[in-house]
């Protein structure tokens, strides 16, 4: 190996472990100069040790120089590990495996932390739940802890998009997924084992991207956590972070010399957010105890298009049912949101585009009377029907600029054969006195979501009435 000039931490390449099963593992350790011990920062990734997830998280010498040992290692089956690697389904025990391991080590001074996103994120999870001793806390990013609903799936739905890419990815850039052994077994739902979160009993720092397609899962495991979890949320897209990177890494640190390595002075907030449009603050829980307002889908009838009839009322009112055509064969794009290779530009993207289509319905409420925070995640409900064995209702959540431009903030969908009830990712957002609230309700999400086949290439009538809503949280 070449000597890398100017280092001023030691790092040791290929450093082998056993699993509990004789498999080897191997890991890259970079830790302070001098005789140590000190607390251990483990980050396990199946997309090479020396990468150490350093796409958004610092690179392991800027971790060690704080005064930690941290460990990159390459999961079973990946780089230089020995094991076939079946995605998710061995990173609970040798994860719990690798903590044990990296306690033990003479640079170590016993007390273990975690690290990483998006798979790493959810290994992570996986790992914790197995409870090891030297377990002092965790920092999964951007990820959900199953593997199937809120990572491979949303709603039951394929992320076709994510899916496609990501199993192209493993296949080692295969021009077509299908080579990805695990491909089938995806678009049947068999996407691995779930972290169970009730075992998680250390402090965890869930990081979510408001833009992120596993922000959902994020919500859903800093729930589930309960006293367990902390709270990093900005409007990102899975990667890279930013604006604001420097706030995730003060964060993470200051996380991490708080409940791994127990430094005075040290502490972070149970939840630190940046709205869109708003500033980072510093809550006391998430969500911030917000009220729940419903905002009604009202029309007489003409609400395809941005320029139909369509409204958000605060009350219910009579009207006419709207009717509305799927075409299975042109799907309605995915604008934005969700960092699909497919998609494009992510994150917050105009969305005048889709909602110029006829088979996309779209309500507008009057302007604002007043700035509005939005925190927490909104939900809506369907009164839909249609003359296809079952349909898909995709809703994005909206803002509405006086001269017209209109960008999402949140998205959800769900698949059934009646009414629907739709839950959308978590938001944060703050919203002007002027502005408008927007809901728009599509057939389809392509390619973020897999598109309803259910009539093969058939054509499906559509009629949402008057009885549906969406419930935004409301802060302040």
């Given at each position: 190996?070449?000597?890398?000039?100017?280092?001023?931490?030691?790092?040791?390449?290929?450093?082998?472990?056993?699993?509990?099963?004789?498999?080897?593992?191997?890991?890259?350790?970079?830790?302070?100069?001098?005789?140590?011990?000190?607390?251990?920062?483990?980050?396990?990734?199946?997309?090479?040790?020396?990468?150490?997830?350093?796409?958004?998280?610092?690179?392991?010498?800027?971790?060690?120089?704080?005064?930690?040992?941290?460990?990159?290692?390459?999961?079973?089956?990946?780089?230089?590990?020995?094991?076939?690697?079946?995605?998710?389904?061995?990173?609970?025990?040798?994860?719990?495996?690798?903590i044990?391991?990296?306690?033990?080590?003479?640079?170590?001074?016993?007390?273990?932390?975690?690290?990483?996103?998006?798979?790493?994120?959810?290994?992570?999870?996986?790992?914790?739940?197995?409870?090891?001793?030297?377990?002092?806390?965790?920092?999964?990013?951007?990820?959900?802890?199953?593997?199937?609903?809120?990572?491979?799936?949303?709603?039951?739905?394929?992320?076709?998009?994510?899916?496609?890419?990501?199993?192209?990815?493993?296949?080692?850039?295969?021009?077509?997924?299908?080579?990805?052994?695990?491909?089938?077994?995806w678009?049947?739902?068999r996407?691995?084992?779930?972290?169970?979160?009730?075992?998680?009993?250390?402090?965890?720092?869930?990081?979510?991207?408001?833009?992120?397609?596993?922000?959902?899962?994020?919500?859903?495991?800093?729930?589930?956590?309960?006293?367990?979890?902390?709270?990093?949320?900005?409007?990102?897209?899975?990667?890279p972070?930013?604006?604001?990177?420097?706030?995730?890494?003060?964060?993470?640190?200051?996380?991490?010399?708080?409940?791994?390595?127990?430094?005075?002075?040290?502490?972070?907030?149970?939840?630190r957010s940046?709205?869109?449009?708003?500033?980072?603050q510093?809550?006391?829980?998430?969500?911030?105890?917000?009220?729940?307002?419903?905002?009604?889908?009202?029309?007489?009838?003409?609400?395809?298009?941005?320029?139909?009839?369509?409204?958000?009322t605060e009350?219910?009112?009579?009207?006419?049912?709207?009717?509305?055509?799927?075409?299975?064969?042109?799907?309605?794009?995915?604008?934005?949101?969700?960092?699909?290779?497919?998609?494009?530009k992510?994150?917050?993207?105009?969305?005048?585009?889709?909602?110029?289509?006829?088979?996309?319905?779209?309500?507008?409420g009057?302007?604002?009377?007043?700035t509005v925070?939005?925190?927490?995640?909104?939900?809506?409900?369907?009164a839909?029907?249609?003359?296809?064995?079952?349909?898909?209702?995709c809703?994005?959540?909206?803002?509405?600029?006086?001269?017209?431009?209109?960008?999402n903030?949140?998205?959800?969908?769900?698949?059934?054969?009646?009414?629907?009830?739709?839950?959308?990712?978590p938001?944060?957002?703050?919203?002007?006195?002027?502005?408008?609230?927007?809901v728009?309700?599509?057939?389809?999400?392509?390619?973020?979501?897999?598109?309803?086949?259910?009539?093969?290439?058939?054509?499906?009538?559509?009629?949402?009435?008057?009885?549906?809503?969406?419930?935004?949280?409301?802060?302040?």
């Amino acid at each position: 190996m070449t000597e890398l000039l100017g280092l001023d931490v030691v790092y040791r390449p290929g450093v082998p472990m056993r699993t509990r099963d004789g498999t080897t593992l191997v890991s890259d350790l970079w830790h302070p100069e001098g005789p140590g011990p000190w607390p251990a920062l483990l980050v396990r990734t199946p997309y090479g040790r020396t990468l150490a997830s350093a796409v958004t998280s610092p690179h392991p010498s800027v971790l060690a120089r704080r005064g930690y040992l941290v460990v990159s290692q390459d999961v079973r089956g990946r780089g230089e590990s020995g094991g076939e690697f079946v995605p998710f389904a061995n990173e609970a025990r040798d994860g719990a495996d690798a903590i044990d391991w990296t306690a033990g080590l003479p640079e170590c001074d016993g007390r273990v932390g975690t690290y990483g996103f998006s798979y790493q994120g959810c290994a992570q999870l996986l790992a914790a739940a197995e409870r090891p001793r030297p377990l002092r806390a965790i920092a999964p990013a951007q990820c959900s802890s199953d593997p199937g609903e809120g990572f491979l799936l949303h709603a039951g739905i394929l992320r076709l998009g994510f899916a496609e890419g990501w199993g192209k990815q493993l296949a080692g850039w295969a021009s077509d997924v299908s080579e990805w052994p695990y491909w089938e077994d995806w678009k049947a739902g068999r996407c691995g084992p779930a972290a169970d979160l009730s075992r998680v009993n250390v402090p965890a720092l869930i990081t979510i991207g408001w833009y992120d397609t596993f922000s959902g899962g994020g919500a859903r495991d800093l729930a589930g956590l309960g006293d367990h979890g902390y709270l990093l949320g900005a409007p990102w897209a899975h990667m890279p972070w930013s604006p604001d990177s420097d706030v995730a890494f003060d964060t993470h640190l200051a996380f991490f010399d708080e409940h791994v390595a127990g430094r005075a002075g040290a502490s972070v907030p149970r939840a630190r957010s940046l709205a869109v449009g708003g500033k980072w603050q510093d809550l006391a829980a998430w969500p911030p105890a917000p009220a729940r307002r419903r905002l009604w889908l009202s029309s007489d009838g003409r609400a395809a298009t941005r320029w139909g009839d369509g409204r958000l009322t605060e009350e219910p009112r009579p009207g006419a049912p709207v009717v509305a055509t799927y075409e299975p064969s042109v799907p309605v794009p995915s604008l934005g949101g969700a960092p699909n290779a497919s998609v494009g530009k992510v994150g917050r993207v105009e969305q005048g585009p889709v909602q110029d289509r006829t088979d996309v319905l779209v309500y507008t409420g009057e302007p604002l009377p007043e700035t509005v925070e939005i925190a927490g995640t909104p939900t809506a409900f369907l009164a839909l029907s249609s003359t296809a064995p079952n349909h898909d209702g995709c809703v994005t959540l909206c803002s509405v600029a006086p001269d017209g431009s209109t960008h999402n903030l949140a998205f959800g969908a769900a698949r059934g054969d009646g009414d629907l009830a739709v839950t959308l990712g978590p938001v944060h957002a703050v919203v002007p006195a002027g502005h408008r609230l927007r809901v728009s309700v599509a057939p389809s999400a392509y390619p973020e979501l897999s598109p309803n086949r259910s009539t093969g290439a058939e054509q499906v009538v559509r009629v949402l009435r008057n009885e549906s809503w969406v419930e935004v949280p409301v802060h302040g």
